[in-house]
């Protein structure tokens, strides 16, 4: 992945990583009103030598407590001091429960230790740590060597009593909430990348690229629930999906240096990803460049062009087909001056066999003599086999892969079943897309949703 793809991740599940990092926050906050609260007290000892009457006699033992130091804060936390303490204060725990509760520290270049003593009650705290103190001074007494007289070599006295700790030092609510957010946040970043990278589903045109060399012909935009393509076009010409269809257009044109391509065949890997409303917006837009378009719909199984369009839908293909009527006398215009829509008609049982008949081979031709481009909206490939009985009769197709719908997996059986000698698709468009350019020079292609509705309209087209 690249860091373009990481950013398009990023932004493309921004909502989510969102919640994550605000749900870890709350995780953290409740996680800390539920622990109990943690004291700690501390006492200070310091170790001496005993004896020393010369300077000779003092610098060996200051070199000898020093060496001894360590070893002193490791016994603080030892059963030898840790099992009188318990018998003493009369807890109910064992040393080695007790030594995760005592810690003790030297001072770096000093003789002296702290000992530091952990519970939930301030008191409990206090009584510990200065018991630990009292009890390692008389462990080491008794560890210690004798000198003349018999007293011990090193002795541990106590510099500075446990005081009773007025505050909890724990759970510090802010390191919880601060944890849980940046483990939300981890966590957000690692969904959105991983289904960036393993999603089964397509969402830009990287990838696209990725699977196959067929040419991305352009990018259109998510339009508002209840528009098509064509109909957002006709409101706005100036907008950003306008611009995109008229883009891809453009790209179809550069792929048709010497105009062998008349007759486009647009379908789709599945139901649902936006053919129809490709199909239709694409006639639209070569219409307005005063080109002479038919809108041909040969999905007999599933029609739309009649509920986009509002026209007639009894009279189409299939009652030009059955010789009820002549195609000039079937068409309709729609939007602009130059664009015919020949609507399917009457469903027939059997719509595979009617797409294979010559009665349509002759329709196509009649169409091309008549019209500078001929867009047949077809059903989808993977689906059923309409598309294949009409690729011999059309110059060339157009596969409408649609973002966070379509699974990569569709998309090579797709390009695959369009495939036919040395015949191939000749590109593809990615619809709904998430990261489809926009731009202040265009014009909204439709009023701001309210923040509600933009939701619920994110969720279902990551569902």
Do not use: C
């Not at 004291?39 to 033992?61: K, N, P």
């Not at 036919?420 to 926009?438: C, E, F, Q």
């Amino acid at each position: 992945m690249t860091l373009h793809d990481y950013a398009a991740a990023i932004r493309s599940h921004a909502i989510v990583i969102l919640l994550l990092l605000v749900l870890g926050g709350a995780v953290g906050f409740t996680t800390a009103q539920f622990l109990p609260d943690q004291y700690r007290s501390q006492a200070s000892v310091m170790v001496i030598a005993d004896r020393g009457d010369t300077t000779s006699e003092l610098v060996q033992g200051a070199t000898y407590v020093q060496s001894l130091v360590q070893t002193y804060t490791v016994l603080a936390s030892s059963p030898l001091v840790l099992d009188p303490v318990i018998t003493e204060l009369g807890l109910d725990t064992t040393p080695k429960e007790l030594a995760g509760r005592v810690s003790a520290s030297a001072r770096l270049g000093t003789v002296v230790i702290d000992l530091q003593a952990v519970d939930e009650d301030p008191q409990a705290a206090q009584r510990i740590a200065n018991a630990v103190a009292a009890e390692l001074s008389v462990a080491v007494e008794n560890a210690s060597p004798r000198v003349s007289g018999g007293d011990a070599a090193v002795r541990v006295d106590t510099i500075a009593a446990a005081t009773l700790p007025t505050a909890a030092f724990a759970p510090d609510t802010r390191v919880f909430i601060g944890g849980g957010v940046l483990l939300g946040l981890a966590l957000g970043l690692l969904a959105a990348v991983a289904d960036r990278r393993f999603s089964a589903r397509l969402a830009t045109r990287a990838d696209i690229e990725t699977l196959t060399d067929t040419p991305v012909l352009g990018e259109v935009g998510h339009v508002a629930d209840g528009r098509t393509l064509a109909s957002t076009i006709r409101v706005t010409p100036d907008g950003a999906v306008a611009e995109a269809m008229r883009q891809v257009t453009a790209s179809l044109r550069f792929l048709d240096l010497q105009q062998k391509h008349r007759v486009l065949m647009i379908t789709s890997a599945d139901a649902a990803e936006g053919k129809s409303s490709v199909s239709l917006a694409l006639a639209l837009t070569l219409a307005e460049m005063n080109h002479r378009v038919l809108y041909l719909e040969a999905d007999l199984r599933r029609p739309s062009a009649a509920e986009f369009t509002q026209l007639e839908s009894a009279v189409g293909l299939t009652s030009v087909l059955l010789g009820e009527e002549t195609l000039d006398s079937a068409v309709q215009t729609w939007a602009v001056p130059t664009l015919r829509v020949l609507t399917s008609g009457l469903l027939p049982p059997n719509p595979g066999q009617v797409l294979a008949t010559d009665q349509l081979r002759a329709v196509v031709e009649q169409a091309r003599a008549n019209y500078d481009y001929v867009i047949v909206d077809t059903a989808p490939v993977i689906a059923v086999s309409d598309a294949q009985w009409l690729l011999p009769i059309v110059d060339g197709t157009i596969l409408i892969v649609r973002s966070g719908r379509t699974p990569r997996a569709n998309l090579q059986r797709s390009l695959r079943a369009l495939a036919v000698g040395d015949r191939r698709a000749l590109g593809i468009v990615l619809n709904d897309s998430r990261t489809a350019v926009s731009s202040v020079y265009y014009g909204d292609d439709e009023p701001p949703a309210p923040r509600g509705r933009r939701f619920l309209g994110w969720v279902r087209r990551r569902l």
